[in-house]
Each structure stands twice: as C-alpha cells, then as structure tokens.
C-alpha cells in the first residue's frame, strides 16, 4: 500500500500534460475488461479495478471508457468476446481470470497490450518469456509466487487437523496450467507423510460427486483449488463441504467469510486495483514486453473459530497467532 500512494502522489503533476492533450484531441482511452464469470458475483472485483483507475486520475465516463464483457461462465463464448473488445479498437485488455481468460486473449490479439490479474505460473505456461522481461504484448500479475504453494495448504490442514493422515482435493482438469499444481501437491504430500486424494471436476455440477468420492475414502480433511468456477459457486462448495463435515481450506478468503474453516492467499481485490497501475502505464506509452510482471509477497491465512468449534476442532494457538484475521 506504502508503494502505491507513492506512486499515485508522485504521478500528479504526470497525468495533467497527458489529460490535457486528450482533451484538445477529442482521444478518450477505451479499456477492455474481460471476466469469465457474471457481473454479478465479480462486483467486487470490478469496484476494485475502478477505485484503482480513480486513484491515477482516470474517470470512467469522464477521461476513460472501460468495455466490460462477462462470460457468464460460458467460457466457449470468450473468443467472441475477444473479438468485440478487438473490434472496438480498445488500447489495452484486461483479463480479469485465471489463465483461460488470459489464453483466450492471448490467442485473439499479439498486439494489443494485455494486462493479467491473476495468472498463475504464467512462464511455465509460455504466457510470458520471464517475470522480468515478458517479451510480448502481455504483463501483469500472478496470483502466486510459485506453484509450491499448494503444500503450504497441506501443512495448515495438518496443524489444523490432529492426527491428519489422508487429505483430500479437488482439482478443475480443465483449468490450464493446473496439473503443474497438482504435481506440486503431491510432491508436498509426500514430504509431508500424507495420502493425498485427488477428485477432479470438469462442471460446476461435478462438486458434488467430487465431495462424495472423497468422503468414500475417509480423508479427514480437503483442499479445494481454486477452478475456473468456484468463485461463483462458492457458497454451494463449502455448504457441501460441511454437510460432509470436512475441514477445509480455500485460496480464497470469501469461502471463510461463506463459512469454510481456512483459507491462504493474496488480498483478490488489491491485485484488481493494482491492475490499474498496469493501465496507467501502457496509456502512457510504456510497452508490455518492459514491464515486468509482479508477484504478490504477503498472503494471509484466514481462520474461521465457529466452523471449528461446529466440527469439533480446537485450533492450536501457535496457528491462531499466525492468523491475520479470525472469524469468531
């Protein structure tokens, strides 16, 4: 936060010349927003992005047009959406999704200036040539800082979970660049001395079989990556998860608030505003390809003490100490 007031307060006197200029020219920037979900569940998100803009000086209907297109969760429909956006002649997209939304970007445009917001593994996936020095007409920033993530979850169930011995999680296959996670998961579950199930969605409808397979194998407790889809059905996830009265664990701390028992991961809507700054920069000329791609540093663990206390789980101090916020 310290880093973004600065840089908003030493961009004032930057911004006027640029303003001004539109203004005599008549030129008023027009933004792409791509969302693979429905405006409704994304609100947030989106009120993110905007206070982000507001705060470099860009005011929607004033100085800037932003064109939003959600997919409503028909990810088949993104290309088209892709080619509305391009055919508005947009100065920049952003792709507010995991990587499908970024690929499908990717794959419509190599020249209009793509801005991600939650990729994940982005050069392992060939999104990008390097954190550093992206190469191409796509920066950004990741969800995550590694793909190892995924054990931090296992150690947290296990702290959490007495005794923990079996683990289950459910992965969406379809979700690119996912099985490098997965891989990650297991490599961590090893280490760890744990069995680690896998149950694998293709469909929002697929949760609850998925729920059902691995309670058949008596895991004690579940990691639910995050998919193409689990923001929007997220209250349907974690009410299955207590019906099966499974300790979980999300990325996503909108699932604690929602009534899961934890969650570890970056603040969603700080890496909407700062998606902004992206903007701010192409407008003002700066290239894709020399912007270096940002990876969050700080992820908060999310403990909810009334779903604990409704699955019979005493959650040790020494982990309720590392919490950044408890819900009582």
Known sequence: MMYRRAFVTGLGAVLAAPLAAQAQQ??????????????????RERKAFDEGLRDLGWIEGRNIVVERRYAEGAFGTLPALCAELIQLKVDAIVAAGANNVVQAVREATSTIPIVMVIALDPVGQGIISSLSRPGGNVTGLTWDAD??????????LREAVRGMSRVGAIID??????QVYRKAAEDAARRLRLTL??????????????????????????????SRFSRRYLPHIVQTAAKHRL??????????????????????????????????RILKGAQPRYLPVEQPTKFDLVINLKTAKALGLTIPPSLLLRADQVIE
């Open 26 to 43: 008549g030129k008023v920037p027009r933004i792409g927003w791509l969302n693979p979900g429905s405006s409704a569940v994304f609100q």
């Open 147 to 156: 793909p190892h993530i995924t054990g931090k979850y296992l150690e947290l």
């Open 173 to 178: 296959s379809g979700l690119p660049g996912i």
């Open 197 to 226: 199930d896998h149950a694998e969605v293709g469909e929002p409808t697929d949760y609850d079989a998925a729920f059902a397979e691995i309670a058949r194998r008596r895991v004690q407790a579940v990691f639910i990556y995050g």
């Open 247 to 280: 300790p979980d664990i999300y990325i996503f701390k909108e699932a604690v608030e929602a009534g899961g028992l934890m969650s570890y991961g970056v603040d969603v809507m700080d890496l909407h505003r700062r998606a902004a700054i992206y903007v701010d």
